[in-house]
Nanobody, 113 residues
Framework: QVQLQESGPGLVKPSQTLSLSCTVSGDNIASSYYHWTWIRQSPAKGLEWIGKIFDRDTTSYTPSLKSRASIAMDTSKNQFTLQLTSVSPEDTAVYYC?????WGQGTQVTVSS
């Protein structure tokens, strides 16, 4: 069974870059058929799909975040990562990683000075 765990700072200052990692166990992400995905949830915006990575380096992003989001794969650690630049308080949310069949427990990220 695939298990995922998000990690990263819980507090980010406005205009800085948010960086999160998702550690995957139970599958080799480099050779997997899954699409490794980031989503987020906030009271203001609800559930929002951020983007995904598959086939090692093929990515897709929601249009509203495409200019600020970057998803990459670190096969040496069996992780995939999310970077979101120029964050604002509107980026405050619980961030989840998953493959649509399994999801991590989520990590709260607050953007505040």
């Amino acid at each position: 069974q695939v298990q995922l765990q998000e990690s990263g700072p819980g507090l980010v200052k406005p205009s800085q870059t948010l960086s999160l990692s998702c550690t995957v166990s139970g599958d080799n992400i480099a050779s997997s058929y899954y699409h490794w995905t980031w989503i987020r949830q906030s009271p203001a915006k609800g559930l929002e799909w951020i983007g995904k990575i598959f086939d090692r380096d093929t990515t897709s992003y929601t249009p509203s975040l495409k200019s600020r989001a970057s998803i990459a794969m670190d096969t040496s650690k069996n992780q995939f990562t999310l970077q979101l630049t120029s964050v604002s308080p509107e980026d405050t949310a619980v961030y989840y990683c998953g493959n649509w069949f399994s999801w991590g427990q989520g990590t709260q990220v607050t953007v505040s000075s």
